[in-house]
């Protein structure tokens, strides 16, 4: 599910102007969703906070559940997720349950400075329970930046 491809035109019933705003699909998915992003935030805060408070980007692993075996792009699903990791696309909640979009944000700001996305190499299908699994990666055994950047710096064809 991506957060911009899923978006539909509607036009209030008494005219007016149009406005665009996310899919039924995307809608669907925020809504039912919700309380498992709110219910994992506080974990999640706990534990981003080490890497906060040295001005580190998070390096954040996706691994994908899937519904169907259809393939698909990262970029859509990565970017819902972390719209709902912003608490961006519960903002439409905030109305119903007030300070909801607050209450359910993991991280302040999804941006290049602030989060470092990785996608699991490898996704697995479960219809009955498609989705995301997120871990932040403190302490992952192959994750060292500075280390992987000398890699890919140093061997065959890598670029300087």
Request: hydrophobic share 40%; charged share 25%.
């Amino acid at each position: 599910m991506s957060s911009k491809n899923s978006r539909r035109l509607v036009t209030p019933k008494g005219g007016g102007k149009p406005s665009v705003i996310q899919s039924k699909a995307a809608d669907g998915y925020v809504n039912a969703t919700a309380h498992l992003w709110a219910q994992h935030a506080d974990g999640f805060r706990r534990a981003a906070a080490e890497w906060h408070k040295d001005g580190r980007r998070l390096p954040v692993l996706f691994a994908w559940v899937r519904a169907t075996v259809q393939t698909f792009d990262h970029t859509g699903p990565l970017e819902m997720a972390l719209d709902c990791m912003t608490g961006h696309k519960f903002r439409q909640l905030d109305r119903r349950y007030p300070g909801f979009s607050k209450r359910a944000a993991w991280i302040g700001d999804d941006d290049v400075d602030s989060v470092v996305p990785y996608m699991h190499p490898v996704w697995t299908v479960d219809a009955q329970n498609p989705g995301v699994h997120v871990f932040l990666l403190d302490r992952h055994p192959w994750y060292d930046m500075d280390g992987i950047l000398a890699q890919m710096m140093t061997t065959e064809g890598g670029k300087k």
